[in-house]
């Protein structure tokens, strides 16, 4: 057990796909601060399974509420904001990510005098969260802004889309399309939007290499902590050439550091998947938890709320409406029912070869959260998975519990050494059950 | 007791005892209930909010509405799965399949979720691993009624259901059976809607808490029976001279999804309120006019629901916001105040909450919010506060 809950000295290789991720970011930061000013057309949207290249189409500036929330989190500014709507009325058990932008909203962090500004439309693209719904109707009503409702049917037959729903989400794209020209007053160009959806796939390949990497020993990057740094380029720059250059860095870099067998920790000794959101006001004492392990994340499924690119999908160029709505019906996490989560976490456990699953529970999130007792449930009993579940919250910081965290991390990781050591003898003896992967068995 | 409308018209009492009773059971439980005279008769679980109901019942079951299981159940297993900042009837639900009495054995084919809330998204998929042989479905109810492709959307949506149900009770469900279904739950629907309407009107015809355990013992017995129980219930109010009462009007708000004890209604009726106007098991009485008869019944139920059925918290629809839909409810019942009550941990509800409160502040009309939970069972601390806002209205 490591004496210390320090991490191991960072390596000079893993900022550089941070800074380089910070330098798109911020380009777009400051256009947004710019549109504040100058009244620009710009439209909220939110993250998962979106439809960004239609507003860039129109050189609409994509504004992300959640986004926005993330980073009061992670700068640690959100508590007050949340506080602000609980005064108005929003309930301890709401959302916080929802309380927290309401509060900035209502502080005058939207508008002229704040960073981000106010939108022409609002764009709820309702996929998966029903609570996307509740928070862009609250903003449309707050700012008085018109709200363009997507309303994108839930994945109900396994694989297939039927032509119903893409045909119904299709309809309202074309609705959302109709709106961009009236607010721009420029006619729809297909030739413009297959250009930057081939923008979209060429970052979609990069996202997918990426991640494709960590599949080797040591992973070089962390697909759980590391992986906003690809997040905010493929959901909110995507269909740009500058989101794509920067995943073709990005893989250039990670290829390069698997090349020479340089990993995102010095001596990887755990790989575990992840689920559910990170604590981002706590996001690096909680990091450190698992760096103390040398336990490092080789796939998530937080890092897919936008799209599971991993798996194959790619927007296309050919059919440039279609393909964004099939990336909203059926290529993104949220839009999925819970058992399919299960087998995309199984299918990552595997083809990652990971030793165990962490499920970090917030309480905000009842997409994420709701049932994954239920998760542990299958991951331990049925797969015979180690599976660590710990509560905190993506945004409110009053529900994170810093000696309780460790002590049921360190407690996880001494009992996966153990069994480590205990089971590679029993290992050599056991007989490979048909369909479960040599990572799955490791966990027995 | 025999429902069928006799000479001597049963008395209220009678009848309501028999409501409460039939709610106090467990859904497998109610099933044996009407199999009693229905042998081999099957059920069918309706996670609330709304199902088209006419579709199961075409298909020969037994619709049967999951409002929680209350105190009737302990939670054991069920705990373990959905975390403690999970509504209780997520809970309750789960165990119901978990411990089977939802499951083939009992005599369920299965059961429908729909898209209301993110807790009961998941939950379906869940119920669905544990319940394996048990057919679960999950609807996914327009929420973007402002573009013209919602009404094909809709009514592929229902098909769908009818199709995948056919399949799954291995005889086609036709058009006339769903007719039937169709007039016989609008005779339902008209006489749930004839006893609101004398609650309002003659305030104190008939208890909210019992007509309450009448709507809910509507959602598990057949409509065939229920349609001359509620008669003799509507004869039998109708005869009541209600005693006055200095009371405030209130809409309750909020309860559309599990359900709050039936006592904690009368605690809001006993401590100076009269509920005049609520949301209880809303999604069993959706529609305010008939449903035609006439035509494709299930285009005629998807249009119903798309554009005449009540507002709920978890239906969004920008043509026809639920703000407003409120501040008319209070208006047609002539109400003083609102009870915005949620039941515990309901995101819907307590997003809601937020405009819903802003709308009535603007018009100036005196709310209170309250949380239940459907084990909750001591009552006093909320009567003490409903006490205190009646007071403050009726004195002030
Ligand atoms: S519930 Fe989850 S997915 Fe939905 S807005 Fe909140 S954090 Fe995002
Ligand atoms: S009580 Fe509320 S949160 Fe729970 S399932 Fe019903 S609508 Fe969803």
Redesign the pocket.
């Known amino acids: 057990m490591p004496t210390t809950a320090q991490p191991p000295a960072a390596n000079d290789y893993g900022s550089v796909v941070h800074d380089l991720s910070r330098e798109v970011m911020t380009a777009w930061m400051t256009q947004l601060q710019d549109a504040a000013r100058s009244g620009a057309p710009s439209a909220y949207m ?3 399974g979106n439809c960004v290249e239609i507003l860039r189409c129109f050189d609409i500036l994509p504004v992300f509420p ?1 986004i926005n ?1 993330l980073q009061l989190a992670i700068r640690k500014k959100a508590l007050p904001y949340i506080l602000k709507a609980e005064e108005i009325g929003y309930a301890s058990d709401n ?4 309380k927290a932008d309401i509060g900035y909203t209502l502080l005058e962090g939207v508008g002229e005098n704040g960073l981000t500004p106010r939108p022409s439309l609002i764009v709820c693209n309702f996929v ?5 719904i509740k ?1 862009f109707e609250h903003c449309a009503e707050m700012l008085g802004v018109p709200l363009v409702m997507i309303d994108v049917p839930f994945v109900r037959q396994g694989e297939a889309v039927s032509t119903g729903d893409l045909h119904y989400v299709m309809a309202q794209l074309r609705g959302l399309i109709a709106a961009c020209e009236e607010l721009t007053g420029r006619k729809f160009d297909i030739d413009r939007l297959r250009e930057i959806v081939g923008y979209s796939a060429r970052a979609e390949a990069g996202w997918s290499r990426a991640k494709d990497l960590c599949k080797t020993r040591p992973a070089p990057f962390d697909c759980y902590f590391d992986s906003i740094n690809m997040m905010g380029p493929i959901n909110a720059l995507r269909g740009t050439k500058e989101a794509a250059d920067f995943f073709d860095a990005a893989v250039a870099h990670y290829e390069m550091m698997a090349a020479r067998g340089l990993g995102a920790t010095d001596e990887e000794q755990f790989r575990v998947v992840f689920e559910g ?1 990170p604590p981002y006001p706590y996001y690096r004492n909680f990091r450190n938890l698992f760096a103390a392990w040398k336990a490092v994340c080789v796939q998530s499924t937080y890092s897919t ?1 936008g799209g599971t690119w991993e798996f194959g999908f790619r927007h296309d160029p050919d059919r440039p409406l279609e393909s964004i709505a099939e990336q909203m019906l059926l290529h993104n996490l ?1 839009n999925r029912t819970m058992q399919e989560r299960y087998r995309q976490i199984r299918r990552y456990v595997e083809e990652w070869q990971a030793d165990a699953l962490v499920i970090h529970s ?1 309480k ?5 959260s709701a049932g994954q007792g239920d998760m542990r449930e299958y991951f331990t009993k049925e797969l015979g998975v180690p599976t660590l579940m710990v509560e905190s919250d ?2 409110d910081p009053r529900y994170y519990a810093e000696a309780q965290m460790k002590n049921r991390i360190d407690a996880f990781f001494e009992s996966l050494q153990y069994k480590r050591l205990r089971g590679s003898a029993a290992e050599a003896r056991s007989v490979s059950p048909e369909g479960v992967s040599d990572a799955v068995r490791r966990g027995r | 007791m025999n429902f069928s409308p006799g000479p001597a018209i049963t008395s209220a009492e009678e009848i309501i005892r028999e409501c409460r009773a039939l709610v106090e059971l467990l859904p497998s439980q109610a099933l044996a209930r009407a199999r009693e005279s229905r042998p081999g008769l099957r059920g069918f679980g309706v996670f609330p909010v709304y199902a088209p109901q006419e579709i199961i019942h075409a298909a020969g079951l037994m619709p049967v509405g999951l409002f929680g299981a209350g105190a009737k159940l302990e939670t054991t297993r069920a705990d373990s799965r959905f975390q403690s900042f999970i509504c209780s009837i997520a809970r309750s639900t789960l165990e119901l399949f978990l411990s089977g009495d939802l499951g083939r054995e009992s005599g369920f084919e299965g059961a429908v979720f729909s898209s209301i809330c ?1 807790v009961a998204r998941n939950l379906c998929s869940v119920a669905g691993r544990n319940a394996p042989g048990v057919y679960v479905e999950y609807l996914h109810l327009p929420q973007n009624a402002a573009t013209p492709a919602a009404r094909e959307y809709t009514r592929r949506e229902f098909a769908r259901f009818r199709d995948n149900l056919a399949g799954r009770v291995g005889r086609p469900i036709d058009d006339e059976a769903i007719r039937r279904s169709i007039a016989l739950y609008n005779r339902v629907r008209e006489l749930i809607c004839e006893l609101y309407t004398q609650r309002q009107e003659r305030p104190g015809s008939i208890r909210t808490a019992d007509l309450f355990a009448a709507v809910l013992a509507g959602t598990c017995m057949m409509p065939e029976d229920f349609v001359p129980m509620a008669e003799a219930l509507l004869a039998s109010v109708r005869e009541h001279a209600p005693v006055p009462r200095d009371t405030v009007n209130v809409v309750l708000e909020g309860a559309f999804c599990e359900a709050p004890p039936l006592d904690l209604i009368d605690a809001i009726e006993s401590a100076g309120c009269q509920i005049v106007e609520d949301d209880l098991a809303i999604g069993w009485r959706i529609f305010r006019k008939d449903v035609p008869v006439e035509g494709d019944p299930v285009a005629a139920l998807a249009d119903a629901y798309l554009a005449g059925s009540a507002y709920t918290s978890v239906r969004h629809d920008s043509t026809r916001p639920r703000t407003r839909g409120l501040l008319e409810r209070v208006e047609a019942s002539r109400a003083d105040a609102v009870i915005l009550a949620s039941a515990k941990f309901c ?1 819907p509800a307590l997003f809601d909450y937020v405009l819903f409160r802003r709308a009535l502040d603007e018009r100036g009309v005196p709310h209170l919010k309250i949380e239940f939970e459907e084990k909750m069972w001591t009552f006093e601390r909320l009567r003490n506060e409903i006490e205190t806002f009646t007071e403050s209205l009726l004195f002030d």
């Not at chain 1, 905000?364 to 994420?368: G, I, K």
């Open positions: 939110m993250v998962s959640e929330a959302c916080a990510y929802v998966g969260c029903n609570v996307y928070w959101p709320v949220c917030v905000s999130c009842r997409l994420f993506l945004e | 993110d995101e």
